[in-house]
């Protein structure tokens, strides 16, 4: 008995924009601006890292790469709460990763960290919302794909109610 795996395809079209005119020529003479194009979206401007002669006002691979991964967490995070009868008023994280370079500049993410900071409604279970930050983690599709370690150190908080004027 064969079990048949749903799949779905995620189309993105990359464009160089940083020619100068000679191209690659010189390490030091194009620029490292691209522009990202996903059908029906708007597109994304981007560079490389300031670290690696890229234009530091927009973003750079390495956001990206965080962005997808603390949006993965918390989008699998909010449906599991939403799933389980827990009140989520407000979500916010702030994602940090370490980048470790060799000499010849090659290198590889060595931890990404969340810390999701979770305001929960008044009454919510504080210990479920706090386990369901494991499931999220162990859901999240872009976390999968990833060989870095990721690690979770989520804040509960809970909704303060107003008494009295």
Known sequence: MSVRVKT??????????????AGTASYTE?????????????????SASPTFRGDPRVHNPEDLFLAAIAS?????????????GVRVLAYEDEAVGILALGS??????????LSPVVTLAAGADEAKALRLHEAAHERCFIANSC???????????????????
């Open 8 to 21: 779905e395809r995620y189309v993105a079209h990359l464009s160089w924009t940083g020619s100068r005119g």
């Open 30 to 46: 194009y620029d490292r601006s691209y522009r990202v194009r996903i059908d029906g979206k708007p597109a994304i401007e981007g």
């Open 72 to 84: 993965c967490h918390m989008l699998a995070y909010l449906a599991l709460c939403a799933n389980s």
């Open 104 to 113: 010849g500049r090659e290198g590889r993410f060595r931890e990404v960290a």
């Open 147 to 165: 060989s870095v370690p990721i690690v979770v150190r989520p804040r509960i908080e809970v909704e303060r109610l107003q008494h009295g004027p």
